[in-house]
């Protein structure tokens, strides 16, 4: 009897065939829809097919649908985050979890510097106001002569530290509530939240979705910071509260934030409206290189747990 595969992230495969090749042995089920299942079609497809595993993106694995996957050995995850997988559930009923901590770092942190370079020199805010009709020429600043400030320092904070110093940053203030990731680093400047918020001219965070970074920040935060600071956001959407994101750029024209995730996704909200932001559909793995690293990572997995072998990124 085959094994039952759902792919149920998308896009999988297009930039190397030879993953749908080594699924083809298997019964496999492909969503081709070209965007993450909204619940009610995730329901719909787990409850006919009945997978044994699943090769999954940011989609929802709560409680209820795991009740619909009984057969459900592994969760193979394409990214980082694992916010969408009920962990603990997922202990209690000896379903695996797997995810590709590595493969996606790298695009990420490529994504975070382009913002950062865009930024401090308002290249999306002129673009915006001349495709208004407008034409206005700031003057912005460059890396050297700005404060960088760093709340995370896991893989991809890392990868922005190393990044941005090559390219003539001079000050780069780093946080993590992990105080490990310093270790063996005397060169780094250690700071708080609170003193990256009121020093640092960009301010860009990298830091997990949990119930203490929900509204990591928020109004008060943004009364902490310079009137003409950058914020960057390429973790999880509700680590900035959207609400008090907006009331800050709309009084601080200078300022300027990047997003490449938000607290509900596609993104339909008034910071559309702003000038002085940039926003991208939740793309910061979104290179061939990551993609296909992703893809074929969670794959393994899946053959891994088919064959009786050890995950080489296990979680649960």
Excluded at 135 to 140: C, D, K, L, N, T
């Amino acid at each position: 009897m085959k094994s039952i595969v759902f792919v149920s992230t998308s896009p999988y495969g297009d930039y190397n065939h030879s993953l749908k090749d080594a699924l083809r042995p298997f019964e496999t089920h492909y969503n081709t829809s070209g965007k993450e299942y909204p619940k009610i079609s995730l329901i719909e497809k787990v409850k006919r097919i009945n997978p044994e595993y699943i090769i999954a993106g940011v989609e929802k694995y709560d409680k209820e649908v795991l009740d619909l996957c009984p057969n459900l050995k592994l969760i193979a995850r394409v990214g980082i985050g694992l916010n969408s997988v009920d962990i603990e559930e997922c202990k209690r009923r000896g379903i695996a979890v797997t995810y590709t901590p590595d493969a996606p770092s790298n695009a990420v942190a490529e994504l975070t510097i382009g913002q950062i370079l865009l930024g401090i020199r308002f290249v999306p805010t002129a673009d915006k106001i001349i495709r208004k009709g407008g034409w206005e020429r700031y003057i912005g600043k460059e890396l050297s002569n700005v404060k960088v400030g760093l709340i995370g320092f896991g893989r991809i904070g890392k990868l922005v530290y190393d990044k941005i110093k090559r390219l003539g940053a001079k000050e780069i203030m780093v946080n993590d509530i992990d105080k490990n990731q310093f270790r063996n680093n005397s060169e780094l400047m250690i700071a708080s939240k609170e003193e990256i918020l009121k020093n640092c001219d960009v301010i860009s965070l990298h830091i997990p979705l949990e119930d203490e970074t929900i509204d990591f920040i928020k109004k008060d935060d943004f009364q902490k910071m310079k009137p003409d600071a950058i914020l960057i956001n390429n973790s999880r959407g509700k680590i900035v509260n959207e609400q008090d994101l907006y009331a800050w750029l709309h009084t601080n024209e200078r300022a300027f934030a990047a997003l490449d995730t938000f607290k509900t996704e596609p993104y339909v909200g008034p910071l559309s409206n702003l000038n002085n932001i940039f926003l991208t559909a939740h793309m910061g793995s979104c290179s061939m290189k990551s993609r296909n690293d992703m893809e074929s990572g969670a794959l393994a997995e899946v053959l891994n747990a088919i064959n009786g072998k050890e995950f080489n990124n296990q979680v649960v």
